[in-house]
Every structure is written in structure tokens, then in C-alpha cells.
């Protein structure tokens, strides 16, 4: 640091400055400034990506990976079941997500999105997938 600064001082590109105490605090300022920037950064990078998990795509693509390496679905199967569990988690998210749990309107809803999916898993997976699937939603 002390070789950068006696360089900038004989090339004189601050000779407005009256020592090297000043061109230390500036060169402080400057390096300052500038880990605040990499800091903030990072840090709406992080909050981004932590935002990115919570989204219905995200939750349902994961669930999908899962049953189809437990279920061994075949690509059209996988489809549907993403489709599936995307519709359900954005019916979860808006009608009964952060609600009492009690109120009967969310209790009523939860029954009809519950039962949409078992629906469209029950015409999507083979009557053992199916059956294996509603062991696995069991326990």
C-alpha cells in the first residue's frame, strides 16, 4: 500500500494534497466505498435467491424430481404431475398459506385443492405409482 501511494505521489496525479495522510484517508475512503458496494451486492444476491425458493415453480419442479425417481415416471408423467403440484401450490399460496388454519373457508379450500390433486395423480400415475404415492403422502 505504502509503494502505491509513493507512486501516485511522484507521478503527482494528487499534488493538490497537502501530505500522505490525506492521500491515505482518501485511498481509505475509496477501498471503504468500495467493499460497501461488493457487501450490498451480495447481499440482494442472497435475497433474491432465497426469494427464488419460495416461488410455486421452484417447490413443485423439486417435488416432481423426487417422485419421479421414486415413482420411476416416464417424461409424459412427469409433465403432468409438474402441472399438478404447480396448481396446487399457487392455490395453496393464495387461498390457504399465512390463513387460520381453523377459519372454514381455508379448511373448505384445502379439501378441494387436496382433492384436484388426488385426482389428477390418480389419472396420471399407473394404480401401484398411485397407491405407492398415497403411502408416501401418508407418512
Given amino acids: 500500500m505504502a509503494q502505491f501511494l509513493d507512486i501516485i505521489l511522484e507521478i503527482g496525479y494528487f ?6 495522510k490525506q492521500m491515505k484517508n482518501l485511498i481509505t475512503g475509496i477501498a471503504f466505498a468500495f467493499a460497501m458496494v461488493l457487501s450490498i451486492q451480495t ?15 421452484v417447490i413443485a419442479k423439486q417435488q416432481t424430481a423426487e417422485l419421479t425417481e421414486q415413482l420411476s415416471l416416464n417424461g409424459e408423467q412427469s409433465r403432468a404431475v409438474f402441472r399438478a ?28 385443492f387436496d382433492s384436484s390433486l388426488d385426482e389428477n395423480m390418480k ?8 397407491e405407492s404415492w398415497v403411502k408416501m403422502k401418508k407418512g
Fill in 85 to 112: 403440484l404447480v396448481a396446487n401450490e399457487i392455490n395453496y399460496k393464495k387461498h390457504v398459506n399465512g390463513k387460520k388454519a381453523s377459519d372454514p373457508t381455508v379448511v373448505a379450500s384445502k379439501k378441494k
Fill in 123 to 130: 389419472k396420471t400415475l399407473t394404480k401401484e405409482q398411485y
Fill in 15 to 20: 499534488s493538490n494534497l497537502k501530505n500522505n
Fill in 43 to 57: 447481499t440482494t444476491a442472497q435475497t433474491k435467491l432465497s426469494q427464488d425458493q419460495d416461488r410455486p415453480e
